[in-house]
């Protein structure tokens, strides 16, 4: 069993392009022996957001804190505290923190391969 | 895209044997095309507990809400919200709701053959 509270987690400012006020944690990461699955934790500023892109794995969210929204090819779609998103392989999103009340804080699971 | 509020998925009291005061949610599911985890959501009342058991695949948990402990042959671990938990494919284990503010409120995911 491997158990950790968020904030003992290294939190590192992400650098994916695109991407503008992300933090990244791992709490649960193929170094503490996942077999199938990552839990990582994005914390969005007020104003920043992820990149605009697709890729060939899904997206698996939990919104634990603050307000934003997921931008698909359909348009833009509110999210909250308590909601839950399932981002299919191939469709292209960005999630944003449109709120003044901030950060927007999410769980991100994804295939450890792609941790 | 998927997208669900917690409070619009529907909860069922949860019937496995040795289970009691648990009810359960799924707002990612293979109904919902999830191509490999799903996401449910157990909520423990105060005194209640899961089963006592194990089984060949991993949980991944995160506490959303409340105060208890997960059990596992080392003894009983405190668990409060914004807690991750790993547990092993074959980890013989309990969550557990051990305080008097309640509910306790988890995720619990795993493989979509077992949801």
């Not at 006020?21 to 199938?36: E, H, M, R, W």
């Not at 698996?60 to 698909?72: D, F, H, M, S």
């Not at 779609?77 to 927007?104: A, I």
């Amino acid at each position: 069993m491997h158990l950790v509270a968020l904030e003992q987690v290294r939190k590192i400012k992400a650098n994916m392009e695109g991407a503008e006020g992300v933090y990244k944690q791992i709490p649960i990461s193929k170094a503490d022996g996942t077999p199938v699955f990552s839990f990582r934790v994005f914390t969005i500023e007020c104003g920043g957001h992820t990149p605009w892109h697709s890729h060939p794995f899904e997206h698996l969210n939990y919104i634990i804190e603050g307000n934003g929204a997921v931008v698909t090819e359909d348009g833009e779609h509110e999210l909250k505290k308590g909601d839950f998103v399932l981002m299919l392989p191939g469709e292209t999103h960005q999630y944003r923190n449109t709120s003044v009340s901030c950060p927007m804080v999410m769980i991100c699971a994804v295939p450890k391969e792609y941790e």
